[in-house]
């Protein structure tokens, strides 16, 4: 995998099929999820 560019210090830009595709959303949703889910416990 090449460098991720869409990760700044406080979001995530980039445009969609470019900079952020499929595969890389599914990876934030899916960590987004789980951090969440750890906070709960």
Request: glycine content about 12%.
């Amino acid at each position: 995998m090449g460098e991720l560019t869409c990760f700044k210090a406080y979001d995530i830009r980039g445009e969609i099929g470019i900079d952020i595709d499929a595969g890389i959303a599914y990876r934030i949703g899916r960590a987004v999820a789980q951090h969440l889910i750890l906070q709960t416990l």
